[in-house]
């Protein structure tokens, strides 16, 4: 796969350009995959990488010289990520609008269209529309519009959040003032059956609920940028089953042809998702086959960081009306999303805590139902807390 990248300017002498692939389970400012452009000429950068067929690839275009720059659109807002479907060998390319330091100064069109069932005809809602990295949800009527398009010729993505449609691919040329018309007609997808089976670390605590995460709403993902940079929530995501001492299993209808990103995590796609051998993020990835699949796998450690796990162990108040959940909210340079804890018998919830430990520091907090911020634990509350990760920190109806 070819991604040429045209630039409005010719970069400095210590600059250079490159493609970022993203993690949208991990985050998109985590676990991305850079890939250095060559020079073709002042304006004009190619990279060329190994993807697989049916990939649905995020992306977005850096320059690095004495920083990283990320690029902006014709509004000079940072672009969240490009869309492109890896169909065979091929080759796209994008024009880049401008960089915060380097406001754009060219001429715009827009992008505007509608997406229909191409089995029925009928208009399609909440379907995911890019162009020259702008994105927009077709509405009720199936209809979008992508405005401050740079005048040149776009790849056109639609993309359904829930894989229940097949994505929609085609080029656009934009003029100046005037708004290209696109059509997107999708096909609905067929779901088959995929069991997911997973072998966990001797070390996994007891009767702490293993999750699947992944690029998907029904996996968790929201589409959206979450507190800490994150995409993916725990209360959204699937919890597997035990099917024996550290066996898990989960059955998921999936839409054959997706491109399926996905880890198993005990909280969400940072705090206790799976690692690699080296410490690294582990992200999987499936192209749905049209029989469904058996998947079998190992996660190799929930660890990270040269510290051992951490178990917190939280009595709430006994006012605590039934059926209210404890959650905890980790604070390593921001708050993050709350992760639900784990009922350890009547108002009594812990939550063992792998990783990532190779911080410099880590504020936490409790709160109840998810509303950090909001229902906090009256030792630590507001966002401005700043309660540190200690070995020993005492708080009102709990004790860690």
Request: glycine share 10%.
């Amino acid at each position: 796969m070819t991604f040429h990248a045209a630039l409005p300017a010719p970069l400095a002498p210590n600059e250079t350009l490159t493609l970022r692939v993203l993690d949208e389970v991990t985050g998109l400012g985590f676990n991305y995959a850079d890939y250095p452009m060559q020079a073709r000429d002042a304006l004009n950068y190619a990279a060329t990488i190994p993807m697989a067929v049916n990939s649905v690839v995020k992306y977005r275009y850096v320059r690095i010289g004495g920083n990283q720059t990320q690029e902006t659109n014709a509004f000079n807002q940072p672009i969240r990520y490009r869309l492109y479907e890896v169909v065979g060998p091929s080759e796209t390319t994008d024009l880049i609008a401008a960089w915060p330091d380097r406001p754009f100064n060219g001429a715009t069109g827009s992008v505007q269209g509608t997406a229909i069932n191409a089995d029925s005809g009928t208009a399609i809602p909440n379907l995911l529309v890019s162009a020259g990295g702008v994105q927009a949800l077709t509405d009720s009527a199936g209809r979008f519009t992508l405005q401050g398009i740079p005048v040149g010729t776009h790849n056109v993505v639609a993309y359904a959040l829930d894989g229940g449609y097949a994505t929609f691919q085609q080029g656009a040329t934009v003029a100046q003032g005037l708004a290209t018309p696109v059509e997107a007609r999708v096909k609905p997808t067929v779901l088959v059956p995929v069991t997911f089976t997973v072998h966990v670390p001797k070390n996994t605590q007891p009767g702490a609920p293993v999750r699947l995460a992944g690029n998907l709403l029904q996996l968790g993902n929201t589409f959206a940028d979450l507190r800490g940079g994150m995409s993916v929530l725990a209360d959204r995501m699937p919890i597997m089953n035990t099917i024996a001492e550290g066996l898990y299993t989960y059955t998921i209808n999936l839409p054959v042809g997706a491109d399926i990103r996905y880890k198993y995590t005990l909280g969400d796609g940072i705090w206790n998702a799976e690692r690699k051998s080296n410490g690294g993020f582990e992200l999987r990835q499936m192209i749905v086959p049209p029989d469904g699949a058996i998947v079998e796998e190992e996660v190799v450690t929930w660890q990270s960081g040269p510290s051992k796990p951490i178990t917190f162990e939280v009595t709430a108040p006994p006012s605590t009306p039934a059926g209210d959940i404890v959650y905890i909210q980790f604070n390593p340079y921001g708050w993050t999303e709350p992760i639900p804890m784990w009922s350890a018998g009547d108002k009594i919830w812990k939550y063992k805590l792998y990783g990532p430990m190779d911080m410099n520091s880590i504020l936490y907090r409790y709160c109840r139902n998810g509303q950090c911020g909001v229902a906090d634990d009256e030792a630590s509350a507001g966002d401005s807390a700043t309660v540190p990760l200690l070995p020993q920190r005492t708080m009102r109806g709990g004790r860690r």
